[in-house]
């Protein structure tokens, strides 16, 4: 299984983008990058996956380098709530349903 | 639709006493999970479905049993509790794992269960 490596913490300011970057050496040619999302006394949200070079939706952009070794989760202008913990997975091809956490980034925004 | 749904959202169990965890979702999905996630942790995948009758083990299976035999539901059976499984337990489903060669793997999850077992 492709393991995940991501800081344990980041802090930052509100309106100021936020980077993280998450290491996955190991993942399979056909595999996916999935971002999820998760406050405190709540399930994960998902918010963004992706398979290569960038994606974007409302929310997040991912981009994903062509040796697809790493991956960065970028939001936009943070605000105090985006204060969670952010979980990079590798989703694999073979065995979409069997979905691995690793132990994520507690991100937080201050004032 | 209600989305995922688990009961109860609290329970305290003495060691050695067996209950069940109940999760259902109306979405009809096909995969449906179960993970534990202990204080300051990451989530770890117990047991998994990807579909009625078809079960399979995750990460950290023991000490637990599922089963599938609606879509609709999947109850994780705790079958003699022990303190190590005091834990906050999310059930999850997802639309299914690959549609037109891509992975579709959005998961929504319940709100989660929290267990003591003293």
């Known amino acids: 299984l492709a393991k995940t490596t991501q800081p344990i913490s980041m802090d930052s300011y509100e309106g100021q983008e936020v980077n993280i970057t998450c290491s996955h050496n190991?993942?399979?040619?056909?595999?996916?990058i999935t971002w999820y999302q998760q406050f405190p006394s709540q399930g994960p949200r998902f918010i963004i996956q992706g398979y290569k070079t960038k994606v974007t939706n409302e929310v997040a952009s991912l981009f994903i380098p062509a040796d697809r070794k790493s991956s960065t989760l970028s939001l936009p202008r943070v605000s105090l709530s985006d204060t969670a913990v952010y979980y990079c997975l590798v989703v694999l091809y073979s065995s979409a349903s069997k979905i691995i956490f690793g132990s994520g980034t507690r991100l937080s925004i201050r004032p | 639709n209600a989305g995922v749904t688990q009961t109860p959202k609290f329970q305290v169990l003495k060691t050695g006493q067996s209950m069940t965890l109940q999760c259902a979702q109306d979405?009809?999905?096909?995969?449906m999970s179960w993970y534990r996630q202990d204080p300051g942790m990451g989530l770890r995948l117990i047991h998994y479905s990807v579909g009625a009758g078809i079960t399979d083990q995750g990460e950290v299976p023991n000490g637990y049993n599922v089963s599938r035999s609606t879509t609709e539901d999947f109850p994780l059976r705790l079958l003699s509790a022990a303190p190590s499984q005091t834990s906050v337990y999310f059930c999850?489903?997802?639309?299914?794992?690959?549609?037109?060669?891509?992975?579709?793997?959005?998961?929504?999850f319940g709100p989660g269960t929290r267990l003591t077992v003293l």
């Open positions: 979405m009809n999905h096909e995969y």
């Open positions: 190991n993942i399979a040619t056909n595999d996916y």
């Open positions: 999850a489903s997802s639309y299914g794992g690959l549609a037109g060669g891509q992975v579709i793997d959005t998961q929504y």
